[in-house]
Structure formats: structure tokens, C-alpha cells
Nanobody
Framework: QLQLVESGGGLVQPGGSLRLSCAARGFPLDYHVIGWFRQAPGKEREEVGCISTYDNSTYYVDSVKGQFTVSGDIAKNTWFLDMDNLKSEDTAVYFC??????????????????????WGQGTQVTVSS
């Protein structure tokens, strides 16, 4: 059974960087979309960015373009969210999710939270001085 485990969260000062990891255990994710999402206190979970494990195509929401980067190491079944120039508004619990990749469907069309059936437990990112 597929299990997703996030790690790498923590406390970082504004302007700093963090790398989050999402390790998939129990199932190879070679035809999937891995999504990164975040949920700030009192807010709904929102999309951050996604990557197709099939062709490494990526999608980012406008608010994080140029700031966040999604990548992966399929040999290790692990995916990453690199976050640069962090701001206080990036403070949230960050989750990774997985869904089956739909043939001929652009990753941006699949990067919606309601389509994801598998989730990790989340990792807290706090941006504060």
C-alpha cells in the first residue's frame, strides 16, 4: 500500500530557503502526478505545484512561480519542493499527494487537490524572524 512521508520542514527566517522531501513507500510512482499543497491556519488546503513522474513536466500556481521548484528522483521514489526567498505568508503545513497520471492530460489540469487520493502527514514550515 502506498505511503507518502514528508520531511524537511522547520523554522526559517524570511528570505531563507528550505527543501521538503516526499518519500513514496510501498508502490513505484512512475505514472503519477505528485502534488505539493499547503494549509495555513484557518485556511483551506491549496495547491502549490505538481510534477508528472512520467515526463517531469511541472506546474506552479502563480503565487509561487519563480520561488518554488518541484523536482524528483524516480530511482529513489522521492520528490522535492525547493522553496527560496521564503516569506511569512509561506508559513503553513505542507503536504504531498499522489494521483494516477492521465494519459495526454497536461499536469496543470491534474494539479487540483480534489483529484488526489493519497496524502502524506504533512510537515510544518514556519517563516519567522
Amino acid at each position: 500500500q502506498l505511503q507518502l512521508v514528508e520531511s524537511g520542514g522547520g523554522l526559517v527566517q524570511p528570505g531563507g530557503s528550505l527543501r521538503l522531501s516526499c518519500a513514496a513507500r510501498g508502490f513505484p510512482l512512475d505514472y503519477h502526478v505528485i502534488g505539493w499543497f499547503r494549509q495555513a491556519p484557518g485556511k483551506e488546503r491549496e495547491e502549490v505545484g505538481c510534477i508528472s513522474t512520467y515526463d517531469n513536466s511541472t506546474y506552479y500556481v502563480d503565487s509561487v512561480k519563480g520561488q518554488f521548484t518541484v523536482s524528483g528522483d524516480i530511482a529513489k521514489n522521492t520528490w522535492f519542493l525547493d522553496m527560496d526567498n521564503l516569506k511569512s505568508e509561506d508559513t503553513a503545513v505542507y503536504f504531498c499527494g499522489a494521483r494516477n497520471w492521465l494519459t495526454f492530460t497536461k499536469v496543470e489540469l491534474m494539479c487540483v487537490k480534489r483529484g488526489f487520493g493519497k496524502w502524506g502527514q504533512g510537515t510544518q514550515v514556519t517563516v519567522s524572524s
